[in-house]
């Protein structure tokens, strides 16, 4: 089995086997893709396998979509950004404290491992490149944590209805990773008169001024 995580030398790289391959087209490797606007390649030893210790991720998203709340339990995260601007969100454990950065070209946020974590784009188009100290970096994605944890474990460990949460998060059928999944829903929970800047109140599909209800 070969060694992941840090790597102190290149004991990896044999003198008797020649130079390894060093090169390769990580746009080859989808890690996941919502639309041709927001998309994610990754590279990892798997495609480079003299690469131990580190591993990239080339993000691209547009205004309105997030990478989502997510942790990675054995790995730091460096978040650069490459063009655009965007807000990553990091809530940390020690102080159970959330900070926000709003960060533009030129500029990163560094994200300790296990610490939860998310991004979204501020400007219409965002390019970040984000690196790991770990060549198998792996994420635990908040939308596993929600779809696949029974409804009835919210209820008693927090006291809110087993019902109401498998309602909630029923939209959620699958791993999200760059959200939201369907605009269409999205767009039906957050509704808001284009008349007026005013939250709205929609009853069986009506939208119903505040004045009215």
């Known amino acids: 089995m070969s060694k992941s995580g840090f790597v102190p030398d290149n004991s990896n790289i044999k003198k008797s086997s ?63 950004v490459v063009s655009g601007e965007v807000q990553v969100s990091v809530l940390d454990p020690d102080t159970s404290s959330m900070h926000n950065y709003r960060i533009k070209e030129g500029e990163v946020v560094f994200i300790p491992m296990g610490w939860w974590h998310w991004i979204e784009p501020l400007s219409e188009e965002a390019h970040l490149h984000l690196f790991f100290n770990n060549d198998q970096f792996e994420s635990t994605e908040g939308s596993d944590v929600l779809r696949l944890t029974p409804p009835i474990v919210f209820q008693k460990a927090y006291g809110v209805s087993a019902n109401e949460v498998a309602e909630a998060v029923a939209p959620i059928t699958d791993t999200v990773i760059i959200g939201p999944p369907n605009h269409s829903f999205y767009q039906k929970s957050y509704l808001k008169d284009e008349r007026d800047e005013r939250i709205v109140v929609k009853i069986n599909e009506k939208v119903v001024p505040a004045e009215d209800k």
Request: no cysteine.
């Open 18 to 80: 020649g130079t390894p391959n060093l090169s390769v087209n990580y746009k080859q490797n989808v890690l996941f893709k919502r639309n041709d606007q927001n998309i994610a390649y990754q590279l990892t030893s798997t495609q480079l396998p003299a690469m131990l210790g580190g591993a990239f991720v080339d993000l691209y998203m547009t205004k309105g979509h997030m990478r989502e709340p997510h942790w990675h339990p054995n790995a730091w995260e460096l978040d650069v």
